[in-house]
């Protein structure tokens, strides 16, 4: 076992049920326990929790911190009023990705919390560190204090509500939160998630988070694991850092413009986003559903008819709720229409396919 | 744990061979199940194709990964799995008895070249 791997409050829980353990951003994480494709039919038929540890939490707060993530952050947070979450990115000034994230509007309307992938951690704190010089706010790491658990599936709201007891839960709309008070500490409980179903994120001190796991799994809730939360989260149409947004790849690139306010003064990366809406990109972000079994994974080429390579998968697995084998690929923009005919080479294989939409599974989120 | 069936030869791939005259029936062993996860597509050569020993003869799919099957001894298949197309689970609920091709060998003597039980046991933990 590598040393140097960090553990999340809940790890003596998970190599206690058996799961598969492995290396995910530099954590010692739980890929699945009972099987990818049980947990994943758990979230879409029932409920699962998802250890989420491991994510990032950076509190923004100080007189300018409206200004200042608005400033980093893509999405327009004048607009979040108190319990208020916004979906967006960090840019560098060339349009490419530093993170995607989740901001959260506390009461005070100079105090956001940032939620950020746990690969980008340092980075991103180091990246807000740098980019503050000329605002006046307090940057805070909080990412070691906070356990977080995601409990998601159309059950999800029945066990946030009643087993664990969070009632005001059931009032939240998709993408709102609610600050609560336990043993005289601050929970925080969201309406949102990666997966594509209704459910709950929620952050607490790690000694809470294992209560609430092991209150879960007593009532019944499956454990799931990264595997299925990420075959969950691409078929629900979302991107992963790293695979479909990166240092190379801008928001406009990955088809979420919608959650880039270039409406808004400024924020680093506008101009360069409003320069790739105004005159195009090399290469867009696809979906491609293949007509045969064949696994598309990432790192394969993306090719027309005659072999011409065109682009790669980011993504791909045989889909466990669809039953076809489909891919996020970055190709030509020429060939991203949907309906365009595209070839993926897998092994000795070219298999045929065409450009579909990239939310290949009908979401189901609450409001 | 994963099992290791005695009485079969290993590939330091994680094939399982087992000798019938002059035919080797070949699987994946338990522990390289156990590794992928849940196998979708199990993908194999048509009866009467040529495999070579070492070389690539199809393909496992599990839901977050792909893994090559190689050949572990030459000649030419004379039956395939079919009952895998459509239940390729059958891998995860037992290795030892969904087998995936059956060889005619070419060169029995390319089976010296396998390990025994206990030898792969070293190999697959």
């Given amino acids: 076992m590598d040393n140097l791997l960090k553990t999340t409050c809940l790890h003596d829980f998970h190599v206690k049920l058996g799961a598969k353990m492995s290396p995910f951003a530099g954590y010692d994480m739980p890929i699945q326990y009972s099987g990818i494709i049980d947990e994943h039919n758990a979230v879409r038929h029932a409920a699962g929790v998802f250890d989420v540890s491991h994510m990032g939490e950076i509190f923004v707060s100080g007189p300018d911190a409206q200004r200042f993530v608005g400033h980093i952050f893509t999405n327009d947070v004048r607009t979040l009023e108190h319990g208020g979450i916004q979906y967006g990115m960090m840019l560098y000034p060339d349009g490419g990705t530093v993170d995607d994230l989740l901001v959260y509007r506390e009461r005070d309307p100079q105090h956001y919390l940032l939620v950020v992938n746990a690969s980008n951690i340092e980075k991103d704190y180091t990246w807000m560190l740098e980019q503050a010089e000329g605002f006046d706010v307090h940057i805070d790491n909080q990412s070691d204090a906070w356990g977080q658990i995601a409990v998601q599936g159309p059950d999800a709201e029945r066990f946030v509500c009643g087993t664990l007891g969070f009632a005001e839960a059931s009032g939240l709309s998709f993408y709102t939160f609610c600050d609560l008070v336990q043993d005289g500490r601050r929970v925080i409980v969201s309406r949102t998630g990666y997966t594509g179903e209704d459910g709950f994120e929620i952050y607490a001190a790690p000694d809470q988070i294992r209560n609430y796991w092991n209150m879960l799994l007593a009532a019944g809730v499956k454990p799931c694991g990264l595997g299925c939360r990420d075959t969950l989260r691409f078929e629900a149409g979302m991107p992963l850092y790293g695979d479909e947004l990166t240092q190379d790849i801008s928001p406009v690139m990955a088809g979420l413009g919608m959650f880039c306010k270039l409406d808004k003064p400024e924020f680093i990366g506008r101009e360069a986003l409003v320069e790739q809406k105004t005159n195009g990109v090399a290469c867009k972000l696809v979906g491609i559903e293949l007509a045969d079994k064949a696994v598309p994974r990432h790192g394969y080429p993306v090719e027309l008819e005659d072999g011409t390579e065109v682009g790669v998968v980011t993504t791909g697995y045989h889909s466990i709720s669809l039953e076809k084998s489909l891919c996020f690929a970055l190709v030509d923009s020429a060939y991203a229409s949907p309906g365009t005919p595209l070839w993926v080479r897998v092994r000795k294989n070219a298999f045929p396919g065409h450009v579909v939409k990239k939310r290949f599974y009908q979401t189901n989120y609450k409001k | ?125």
């Fill in chain 2, 1 to 125: 744990m994963s099992k290791i069936e005695e009485g079969l030869l290993y590939s330091e791939s994680h094939e399982w061979v087992k000798v019938d005259g002059n035919v080797a029936i070949v699987g994946v062993s338990d522990f390289a199940q156990g590794e992928m996860g849940d196998i979708t597509y199990v993908e194999m050569p048509d009866v009467d194709d040529e495999v070579v020993a070492g070389d690539e003869f199809g393909a496992l799919e599990s839901v977050k990964t792909s893994s090559e099957l190689i050949a572990p001894v030459s000649g030419k298949v004379i039956a395939r799995n079919d009952e895998l197309e459509d239940k390729p689970e059958l891998i995860n609920e037992d290795a030892y008895e969904a087998w995936i091709i059956k060889v005619e060998m070419s060169d029995k003597g390319e089976l010296d070249a396998l390990l025994n039980a206990a030898a792969y046991a070293e190999i697959a933990k």
